[in-house]
């Protein structure tokens, strides 16, 4: 039993270890344009409560209605802990900058099953899509080469991007970010 345990553990530290150099190189890395027609996506909608009722999946919904509001798109998995944390830090933003008309949504790139279970233990206060596996190109378009998660981008009123962040970042940094907005 130590043995597998330390085999998991060396097998852990390595693959945290590799990842370093793919979250720095993408870090500081120039936004490309944006996309033009982001608004016209479609994605089944969980809504927006934090308490689910089970298949409390809606239809999907078009994100047309954000379009001309300042936005910040997470694109996140449950069995992302990078994830997980990074949904903390924006949900205390989301309620410090709900008065602002900034909006928040999470875009889940799993299944819906597995997105509501996550959603049961932990509570997500802004509006969650389901994008399933495909929601890594979805995030492709905003300027996500590497496809990694988490992936975060803060689009101006024009529907521009403003800002994008590969990797898990400080409550801090986004507040700068939404604060030049």
């Known amino acids: 039993m130590l043995r597998k345990?330390?085999?998991f553990l060396?097998?852990?530290a390595v693959a945290v270890t590799a990842s370093v150099p793919f979250y720095a190189s993408a870090r500081d890395r120039v936004p490309p344009p944006a996309l033009t027609n982001w608004w016209q996506t479609k994605l089944p909608q969980l809504p927006g409560s934090t308490a689910l009722a089970p298949a409390a999946i809606s239809h999907q919904q078009s994100l047309a209605q954000y379009r001309g509001k300042p936005l910040v798109i997470h694109f996140w998995a449950p069995w992302c802990p990078h994830c997980i944390k990074e949904i903390e830090t924006l949900s205390a933003l989301y309620n410090e900058?709900?008065?602002t008309g900034i909006q928040f949504i999470g875009v889940a790139v799993d299944s819906a099953?597995?997105?509501e279970q996550f959603t049961q233990k932990v509570k997500v206060p802004y509006?969650?899509?389901i994008a399933g596996f495909g929601g890594i190109e979805l995030a492709r378009g905003f300027g996500n080469a590497q496809g990694g998660l988490?992936?975060?981008v803060i689009l101006n009123k024009a529907g521009e991007i403003h800002y994008t962040a590969l990797g898990r970042r400080s409550a801090a940094e986004f507040r700068?970010?939404?604060n030049n907005l």
């Open 113 to 115: 099953s597995h997105v």
């Open 176 to 178: 700068q970010q939404l």
């Open 97 to 99: 900058y709900a008065r």
């Open 10 to 12: 060396v097998i852990w």
């Open 5 to 7: 345990s330390l085999i």
């Open 127 to 129: 509006p969650l899509y």
């Open 150 to 152: 988490p992936f975060t």
